[in-house]
Nanobody, 127 residues
Framework: QVQLVESGGGLVQPGGSLRLSCAAS????????MGWFRQAPGKVREFLSA????????NYADSVKGRFTMFRDSTKKTVYLQMNNLKPDDTAVYYC????????????????????WGQGTQVTVSS
């Protein structure tokens, strides 16, 4: 059974930082590109970042470029999202997702391309 479990969310002040983790189990981690998305109340799910199977290729949404960094640790089967300079508009539920992909460099922004999703972790940015 495939599981993606996010952690690391919480309440942070504007300008602060958080690091989200997503631990994968039940799948061959090296076969999957991974992505981070978020969804705020009343809004559609938004792509944030993705990392290729190899970890050598990443892609970021303009809204988080320069503030968020995604990386993966294959030994721990975990992907991370380091979030710096957080803003109130970053408040949302954050999800990780896994895309079974044969190409080691490929990343996608399209939610429908992802095969598995975590349950989400809440991030609240407020003073």
């Amino acid at each position: 059974q495939v599981q993606l479990v996010e952690s690391g969310g919480g309440l942070v002040q504007p300008g602060g930082s958080l690091r989200l983790s997503c631990a994968a189990s039940g799948l061959t981690f090296s076969s999957y590109a991974m992505g981070w998305f978020r969804q705020a109340p009343g809004k559609v799910r938004e792509f944030l970042s993705a990392i290729s199977r190899s970890g050598r290729n990443t892609n970021y949404a303009d809204s988080v470029k320069g503030r968020f960094t995604m990386f993966r640790d294959s030994t721990k089967k975990t992907v991370y999202l380091q979030m710096n300079n957080l803003k109130p508009d970053d408040t949302a539920v954050y999800y990780c997702a896994a895309d079974l992909n044969s190409m080691p460099w490929y990343v996608t922004e399209t939610p429908d391309d992802y095969d598995y999703w975590g349950q989400g972790t809440q991030v609240t940015v407020s003073s």
